[in-house]
């Protein structure tokens, strides 16, 4: 019987550091349905830029797109990229990622930043998200349940990642907050505070939360049904921690697409196996699977198809398919596959060097 390993194989698409026309989403949900992925994480904003569309805080778009006439998705397209997916059987799962990687967000709402400084005076620059204003909170209540509404998925990724603590420590306010909360020095407890609240406000939702690896390195003690998104570090060892705190665990530390070598590099890819760590079964019954990431600092609607594919493909496989490795038939199929998806209209590149396809398809 042909049937899946993990329930979640996924393929995360960032819109922020460059901006991807409709038609290019739409074929990469094409190709995702002949890999049998079933869903796509959106990261749809970053500290680049803020092309989604809120209907509650439209100046975010306005002020945070690249061009808030050209660069946006608006929510009739964001719609439409979700029903497009539905029917060939995938999840869009949005990532509204904060406290950091929210410098675009701070452009169209001023106040939601935490103000640095350079001794005692504002030196003109912002952190991450302000975790001590109520304001920040209330508008994170509104903004999440619109989104909700938008997007019919159970889960949402809160990210988390890769927050700066200098701005938060040049502070002289949330010093005293973290004094008052006795946590001087301590900002991965504010950290905490910040992400708790986040994550009850997706809770009261009615909504699941992701969040990256970070979070849980960090201590912040998570709802048990909280998905740790592991990308970093030794991926073993991060999922016999995650799931022996009985949280439920993504793999894509080793699935990242923007990680280029020479030639054709998918064989690392095919190698990365989640079940690979030391854990009990119950534990590996928590790991729900993957997803190949494909950040797009050098990559756009021109290249985003043959840098993606047949790579994603080897994730893929991998999360659908059984632990044995044949390199030997592997290469036989890729070979074929990449073919198959150039037929298809898919530009993907060579798997194995030198070679070709029994028909012309440009």
Known sequence: MDFPRYPHRGLLLDTSRHFFPLPAILQMLDAMEANKMNV??????????????????????????????????????????????????????????????????GLGLPGLLTPCYSGSKPDGTYGPVDPIQETSYKFLQKFLAEAVELFPEKYIH?????????????????????????????????????????????????????????????????????VVHIWKGDMQKELAKVTAEGHPALVSQCWYLDHLESGGDWHKFYRCDPDNFNGTEAQKRLVMGGEACMWSEFVDASNLSPRVWPRAAAAAERLWSTVEV??????????????????????????????????IFY
């Not at 009850?200 to 048990?224: K, M, R």
């Not at 037929?343 to 798997?351: E, F, K, L, T």
């Open 158 to 226: 809160l990210g988390g990642d890769e927050v700066d603590f200098d701005c938060w420590a040049s502070n002289s306010d949330i010093l005293r907050f973290m004094e008052s909360h006795n946590i001087t020095g301590d900002f991965s407890k504010l950290e905490e505070i910040y992400i708790q609240r986040l994550v009850n406000t997706a809770s009261n939702l009615s909504a699941s939360s992701l969040v990256w690896q970070e979070v849980f390195d960090n201590g912040v003690i998570l709802p048990q049904d909280t």
């Open 326 to 359: 044949d390199f030997d038939e592997v290469d036989r199929r890729m070979e074929e596959h990449v073919c198959r998806l150039n037929r298809r209209g898919i530009r993907a590149q060579p798997a194995n060097g030198p070679g070709y396809c029994p028909y």
């Open 40 to 105: 796509f994480h959106w990261h749809i904003v970053d500290d680049n830029s803020f092309p989604y569309e809120s209907a509650a805080f439209p100046q975010l778009s306005k002020k945070g797109a690249y061009n808030p006439r050209t660069h946006v998705y608006t929510r009739i397209q964001i719609r439409l990229v979700i029903e497009y997916a539905r029917l060939r059987g995938i999840r869009v799962l949005p990532e509204f990622d904060s406290p950091g990687h929210t410098q675009s967000w």
